[in-house]
C-alpha cells in the first residue's frame, strides 16, 4: 500500500473581488511556502478573477475581512 505523502496540503482559493470560496486545490508546503495566486473563472462575474490560496475550511463559504 502507498504511503500518504504528508507535504501536500488542501488549501481553498478565495476570489479577491467576491470573498467568495469557490476552488480547492493540494499544494507541496515544502516546495511553495508561499501563497499561490491563480486567475481562474469566477461564474458568479462571469469572467477570470484573481484566486488567493486561504486555509481549507469547509464550514463556511465566505472569508471574514482581515483586521489590521
Known sequence: MAKKNQKRK???LVCEETGLRLYYTTKNTQNTPDRL????YNPSVRRRTRFTEVKKNLGR???KARKH
Open 37 to 40: 495566486s491563480f486567475l481562474k
Open 61 to 63: 463559504n465566505e472569508v
Open 10 to 12: 488542501v488549501i481553498g
